[in-house]
Nanobody
Framework: QVQLVESGGGLVQAGGSLRLSCAAS????????MGWFRQAPGKTREFVAAINSNGATTYYADSVEGRFTISRENAKNTVYLQMNSLKPEDTAVYYCAADLSRPSTIDYDYDYWGQGTQVTVSS
């Protein structure tokens, strides 16, 4: 069992930056592959980024490639999403997720989810 708690969301102007954190509890949380997803009002949840359990491999959605960076500190059981050059279309609730099998880009592959953190980018 893994519990996930996101933090770091907020209101930022276009072109600004935010860093989201996802704190995982559980003795074996460092064995999990992690993903970030987001859901904007009236839209379906979409993949943002994923990282494998040891941090060696990362994946990004085309829409955030080059602007967002996913990373993890297993000693702190924490995964980060550094978001730079933010755009109004990045406005959404951001969720982190954990899975033992693989760092998937598909949301239903993940077994555990956080409660989400709101990111709002003003133009």
């Amino acid at each position: 069992q893994v519990q996930l708690v996101e933090s770091g969301g907020g209101l930022v102007q276009a072109g600004g930056s935010l860093r989201l954190s996802c704190a995982a509890s559980g003795r074996t949380s460092r064995n999990y592959h992690m993903g970030w997803f987001r859901q904007a009002p009236g839209k379906t949840r979409e993949f943002v980024a994923a990282i494998n359990s040891n941090g060696a491999t990362t994946y990004y959605a085309d829409s955030v490639e080059g602007r967002f960076t996913i990373s993890r500190e297993n000693a702190k059981n924490t995964v980060y999403l550094q978001m730079n050059s933010l755009k109004p279309e990045d406005t959404a609730v951001y969720y982190c997720a954990a899975d033992l099998s693989r760092p998937s880009t598909i949301d239903y592959d993940y077994d555990y989810w956080g409660q989400g953190t709101q990111v709002t980018v003003s133009s």
